[in-house]
């Protein structure tokens, strides 16, 4: 039997644990991934130089794409005020990221994004917000764009006692699933699917605590397909 877990009280572990730099499972501190370093370095001028960063957490994405020289718009349910102190000392980033304050799932898409990056956030979401979300981003697009998402499928949750968990209205995507939600969404882009095993342990006990299958998304949007 699953022991459900409520979203406030995942809401309430991250706004505490991020700001305060806490060492956790998932390494929430972690550098940008070398598949969206090479994809960064791929973009071309065609590419519109706005992102968004869906879920920025410690806002390592959000700093390297403005350092890449995109205007970023940086949306996380926590409050911004770590994001800011990182930009006291990062000199004029701060002028080219926008941070808002709302849930991945009341954000609205509204403009040309030229990359959008969702990382380790859209699990979280029922299955009809990670859909409306990944929509409206693409009805905006206009070409040159590109998405990159990395997104837990099969996942499996345990309390240090051994205790199934599950996050009350969460996805809970099997890989098939979401493999036919994503070639539905982006049909026409230029589309691949990545799969990788993903487990994290338990710092108090040593046991695995999580374990999924990562699906990394690279999508990008032709020039004149819109």
């Not at 005020?81 to 304050?101: K, T």
Request: aromatic share 8%; net charge negative; proline share 3%.
């Amino acid at each position: 039997m699953q022991q459900h877990i409520s979203k406030a009280s995942v809401y309430a572990f991250y706004a505490d644990a991020i700001p305060r730099s806490r060492r956790t499972a998932e390494n929430l501190q972690a550098a940008t991934s070398q598949r969206f370093n090479a994809l960064l370095e791929s973009i071309d001028a065609q590419t519109p130089r706005t992102a968004l960063d869906l879920g920025y957490g410690a806002g390592n994405y959000t700093l390297v794409l403005a350092r890449a020289g995109f205007r970023v718009v940086a949306v996380d349910q926590i409050p911004s005020a770590a994001l800011l102190h990182r930009l006291d000392s990062a000199g004029d980033l701060a002028q080219r990221i926008e941070p808002r304050r709302c849930l991945a799932e009341d954000f609205t898409v509204e403009e040309d994004f030229g990359v959008v990056v969702a990382k380790d956030v859209l699990h979280y979401l029922a299955r009809r917000d990670v859909e409306s979300v990944l929509r409206n981003a693409v009805a905006r697009a206009r070409g040159a764009n590109h998405h990159y998402l990395e997104v837990f499928t099969a996942i499996t949750r345990r309390s240090a006692d051994g205790q199934l968990l599950c996050i009350e209205g969460e996805a809970d995507y099997a890989p098939d699933d979401f493999e036919r939600v994503i070639a539905r969404i982006y049909e026409g882009w230029d589309l691949m699917l990545l799969w990788s095993e993903h487990a994290e342990r338990d710092g108090r006990t040593g046991q695995t605590c999580f374990e999924a299958t990562r699906a990394t998304v690279l999508a990008s949007n032709p020039v004149g397909l819109a």
